[in-house]
Antibody, heavy 119, light 112 residues
């Protein structure tokens, strides 16, 4: 059974870079599937950030594309997220998830990591 | 403001049936892109309830069903139980701009 676990700093200063890693266990990320990042800002709904395939092919939310980078490390069975020039609006719970295809559903999710942007 | 529109809240008594709507447009639900539904309790991982418009993953009770028609989709929950109280989100894909995954704004289900 696949399991995903987000990790990274819970506090980031404004204008700095937010970095998170999602460690996947129980399934090799080099076999099929896309791997995505989704966030939930306080009091709001879910927002897709982007998804990456094993080949490194990556898709981003147009509203975040200029500040976001997703990478994948199949040797470590993990993938990562960087968001640059963060502001308070980037304060959110960040989830990583397995995606059936880049236009499809997310069938397994991590528990989420709260990241607060504050000085 | 979400591309997919859901009612902010719905409620029902135990045993009753409730439905949650998800309204999109001709660039998302109204095209070939499928709709999925998630159940979310704050502080926990969202759970996939429905995929490909009307399919349930194994382990999801058949009290949960969904459909898609035109530019809208809906989730129905029958035999409402206290444990169903949660937030529910629809999700699809929009082919405007360069294409992107979209979620509804979420609906809080309260079991009275």
């Amino acid at each position: 059974q696949v399991q995903l676990q987000e990790s990274g700093p819970g506090l980031v200063k404004p204008s700095e870079t937010l970095s998170l890693t999602c460690v996947v266990s129980g399934y090799p990320i080099s076999i099929g599937y896309y791997w995505g990042w989704i966030r939930q800002t306080p009091g709001k709904g879910l927002e897709w950030i982007g998804s990456i395939f094993q080949s490194g092919n990556v898709y981003y939310n147009p509203s975040l594309r200029s500040r976001v980078a997703i990478s994948i490390d199949t040797s470590m069975n993990q993938f990562s997220l960087k968001v640059t020039s963060v502001t308070a609006a980037d304060t959110a719970v960040y989830y990583c998830a397995r995606q059936f295809g880049y236009v499809k559903h997310f069938d397994s999710w991590g528990q989420g990591a709260l990241v607060t942007v504050s000085s | 403001q979400s591309v997919l529109t859901q009612p902010p809240s719905v409620s029902g008594a135990p045993g009753q049936r409730v439905t949650i709507s998800c309204t999109g447009s001709s660039s998302n639900i109204g095209t070939v892109f499928d709709v999925s539904w998630y159940q979310h309790l704050p502080g926990t991982a969202p759970k996939l309830l429905i995929y490909d418009n009307d399919n349930r993953p194994s382990g999801v009770p058949d009290r949960f069903s969904a459909s898609k028609s035109g530019t809208s989709a809906s989730l129905a929950i029958t035999g409402l139980q206290a444990e169903d109280e949660a937030y529910y989100y629809c999700q699809s894909y929009d082919n405007s701009l360069s294409g992107y995954v979209i979620f509804g704004g979420g609906t809080k289900l309260t079991v009275l």
